[in-house]
């Protein structure tokens, strides 16, 4: 007599644990080949355990083979996808429509991680941590706000992406419609707005030191610049000019 | 400085270089964090702040988005702090030559990030038949030789960095012509702007964005009028 595959619902919390900590090494093995999906396969292996006929048994390696293919997501969401797959996994579900339903999430949990973290949240807590020193924070005033800050989103989205993966299983999808993915980055672009245009200026003052006249010079040149550069938009890489500039000014500075 | 002496700060380049991709992207590789981390090491956090401040302006501009290539400020923002740490306080030059330094390493690093990728897809070349057939030793032991590799990666560019760099970066202090006050205002005119036109490249489409900004600008004038 076998076991039953228990329900991802009753996995118990060591596998969980197990998952959410490999999730965050889920990209130690980025190639140009798979992406992410070994990855995805590594976060998965504990809970694919529970299979019938145990580790090594012919589905656990079966579905680990499936999982290890390729794939490709926003990192911090990866858990959505490899909750709502080890639910699939673990119910039995068709191979077929696991490996039809892995192609249909990558895109959407890449496009919707890329807009709330890498182009909403980690530009606004750099901001946050930039105001924070232009207000005269000490080293690790500054470097904790911002490491709590972030990571405070960071932790939870993950932790939120395999809850919600793990409960929901292939009806994962409407998930991605929640509030927070979908307006979130409408509204902490206008909060970084906001505080880009605080911190800026208090962090390049504290940068430069005393001096109204020079700091206000800076200010004055660095808007004219930031308008010229925002009209070359995507056909300028900003930091490849400042490395230009920087090289040429230094020679400068050397040889006169 | 000799292997011996940048032993400290390549292990603290090797973890936060392992930070950037592979583990666990807790974002202690943002150069804010970075050097002003290096900075501590070496004994003075305030100026690897200082330097961090400036790198993590520039680094606005290179979010990492998907598979796209960038270049890696874990190992870059360590160099940076810890060139800039070391160097006699207010030498005039200590600032450019040190970020100089840093955006170089950042480059170089990010092409290291290049390699170590394909390095593992001929790896993962090599084994793809053990994991076709769900070996779990042959998944683990790609992905844990990833994760090594990445760390040691981290390790040696920030070793090389501080190895190359630091000589340069004294000599060129040494032989600087500019004064203090220009020296440091051509660093932040370079980096307000290449941060000015990042922020404007990824929230020009946020509704009323420039009323926003200008909403924290006016507030910042009065509080820099003020104090």
Not at chain 2, 30 to 41: K, Q, W
Not at chain 2, 65 to 88: D, H, I, K, N, T
Not at chain 2, 151 to 161: D, F, N, S
Request: hydrophobic fraction near 55%.
């Amino acid at each position: 007599m076998t076991n039953p595959t228990p329900s991802a619902f009753s996995l118990p919390l060591r596998i969980k644990l197990a998952m959410y900590m490999r999730l965050l090494a889920v990209q130690g093995s980025w190639n140009y080949e798979t992406l992410m999906g070994t990855g995805i396969g590594f976060a998965m292996e504990p809970a694919l355990r529970c299979l019938p006929g145990g580790l090594n048994g012919p589905a656990y390696r079966a579905a680990l083979a499936r999982e290890s293919r390729y794939f490709n997501a926003h990192p911090y969401l990866a858990g959505v996808a490899v909750g709502a797959l080890t639910r699939a996994e673990l119910d039995g579900v068709d191979p077929v429509r696991i490996e039809r339903f892995r192609t249909a999430l990558a895109g959407p949990l890449g496009s919707v991680g890329d807009r709330l973290v890498w182009a909403s949240w980690l530009p606004f807590c750099s901001l946050i941590a930039l105001c924070v020193y232009g207000a005269g924070g000490s080293p690790l005033e500054v470097v904790g706000t911002f490491l709590l800050l972030y990571n405070l989103g960071h932790f939870s989205l993950r932790a939120w992406g395999l809850q919600v993966g793990l409960s929901r299983g292939l009806n994962v999808a409407s998930a991605l419609g929640n509030p927070i993915l979908r307006r979130g980055p409408q509204y902490i672009g206008s909060a970084a707005a906001l505080v880009s245009g605080l911190a800026l200026p208090l962090a390049l003052q504290r940068v430069v030191g005393p001096g109204r006249v020079l700091a206000g010079g800076i200010i004055v040149a660095a808007l004219i610049g930031i308008l010229l550069l925002a009209r070359l938009r995507e056909r300028a890489e900003g930091w490849r000019i400042a490395l230009g500039v920087l090289a040429i000014f230094v020679l400068y500075s050397v040889l006169t | 400085m000799n292997l011996l002496e940048a032993l400290p700060i390549a292990m603290l380049g090797a973890l936060l270089g392992l930070d950037v991709v592979s583990f666990p992207q807790a974002m202690v590789s943002r150069p804010i964090v970075a050097a002003t981390l290096a900075g501590a090491f070496i004994g003075h956090p305030p100026a690897g702040l200082l330097i961090g401040v400036v790198l993590e302006l520039i680094a606005l501009d290179t979010l990492p988005f998907g598979a796209s290539r960038y270049p890696e400020w874990g190992s870059a923002g360590v160099v940076g702090g810890a060139l800039f740490a070391a160097q006699p306080p207010g030498a005039p030059g200590a600032l450019p030559a040190s970020l100089l330094a840093a955006l170089l390493t950042a480059s170089i690093s990010g092409w290291s990030m290049v390699v170590l990728r394909r390095t593992i897809a001929t790896r993962l070349e090599r084994t793809r038949d053990s994991i076709e057939m769900g070996s779990r030793d042959a998944l683990m032991g790609l992905h844990l030789s990833g994760m090594t590799l990445d760390l040691l990666r981290g390790a040696l560019v920030t070793t090389l960095g501080m190895i190359v760099f630091s000589s340069l970066v004294r000599a060129i202090v040494a032989v600087w012509g500019s004064d203090s006050a220009p020296s440091r205002a051509v660093v932040v005119v370079v980096a307000a702007i290449v941060a000015g036109g990042a922020l404007w490249k990824v929230f020009h489409s946020v509704r009323h964005v420039l009323w926003f900004f200008l909403g924290g600008l006016v507030v910042s004038m009065v509080l820099m009028a003020t104090t």
